[in-house]
């Protein structure tokens, strides 16, 4: 029950083999820990590319806002159901500051990302050696 749960969680999108393709090879513990590995990689992989895009839209709301910052005479900010005034300098910097951190933080997502991809590239050679067609490993 266990490989089955670890195989599923790793082929997510699995296609059917033909029964002719399948290889008939003995399912060590050592596969089934890179099987589960390679399906929370693919897991993690899948979560940083969402948080990535949202990470990027955010980024490029803040700066609309500061492109409308330049525009507008009188900036409010809101400060729970109320609407503060603010100075036209404090809230670019506000924004500025905002963008930088955001842009920090998908460096260091896009860097994970980059990190896990290599990983799960050598564990889909591995496995992709060892049980053939017998094992699917893409998305789709």
Not at 83 to 112: H, P
Request: with cysteine.
């Amino acid at each position: 029950f266990f490989f089955e749960l670890c195989l599923q969680m790793a082929m997510q999108g699995m296609s059917t083999v033909s029964r002719e393709d399948e290889v008939d090879v003995d399912v060590t513990w050592e596969d089934q820990k890179k099987i589960c590995t390679f399906g929370r990689m693919n897991q993690r992989m899948l979560e940083l590319v969402d948080e990535i895009k949202d990470k990027k839209e955010e980024v490029e709301k803040c700066s609309d806002a500061s492109t409308e910052i330049y525009i507008a005479d009188d900036i409010k900010c809101v400060l729970g159901e109320a609407f503060v005034a603010i100075e036209t300098d404090a809230a670019e910097e506000f924004i500025d500051q905002r963008k930088e951190s955001l842009e920090a933080e998908i460096d260091t997502m896009e860097k994970e990302l980059e990190d896990i991809q290599k990983r799960m590239k050598e564990f889909k050679g591995q496995l992709y050696a060892k049980f053939g067609k017998s094992i699917y490993l893409e998305n789709e």
